[in-house]
């Protein structure tokens, strides 16, 4: 299962129970995704029920060159709206995080920040993943 990286520590996450949605906003468009979280694990990268889970359950191809193990900072996204409702950042993800560009007090790995689905996420894609993004999409 994406996700599990051995050299990292694991952390139990609470995973939504109730229906939500996330919209992303990409540099040039917006897509809402209705989360059905009878549904999670969408696919096999990143922590069950995480952003990256999400994007990649609707289509949206965004970057995760570690394959969604907390390995690399290519998945940065930031959360506009809702990240109090989401698993707190571990330390192996900080400092992952310490690589990527542009980072703000709202910035996650995509593949390692699972919401409860206690609230609507809004999450924007920076624009350094546009062009894999609009590939997959």
Not at 29 to 53: A, R, W
Not at 78 to 89: I, P, R
Request: glycine share 8%; charged share 20%; hydrophobic share 35%.
């Amino acid at each position: 299962m994406g996700g599990s990286n051995p050299y990292i520590e694991q952390v139990e996450v609470k995973t939504a129970t109730e229906s939500f949605s996330v919209t992303f906003r990409l540099p040039d468009e917006t897509l809402e995704v209705q989360v059905d979280p009878n549904k999670i694990p969408y696919g096999p990268t990143g922590q069950p029920g995480s952003l990256l889970d999400i994007a990649m359950g609707a289509g949206l191809d965004v970057e995760h060159a570690c394959g969604g193990v907390c390995a690399c900072s290519t998945c940065h996204v930031v959360v506009k709206e809702g990240l109090d409702t989401c698993n707190e950042a571990t330390d192996d993800e900080l400092d992952q995080l310490d690589e990527a560009p542009a980072i703000t007090l709202q910035s996650r790995l995509a593949c390692q920040c699972v919401p409860d689905g206690s609230t609507n996420l809004v999450v924007e894609i920076p624009e350094w993943n546009k062009n894999l993004v609009k590939e997959g999409h």
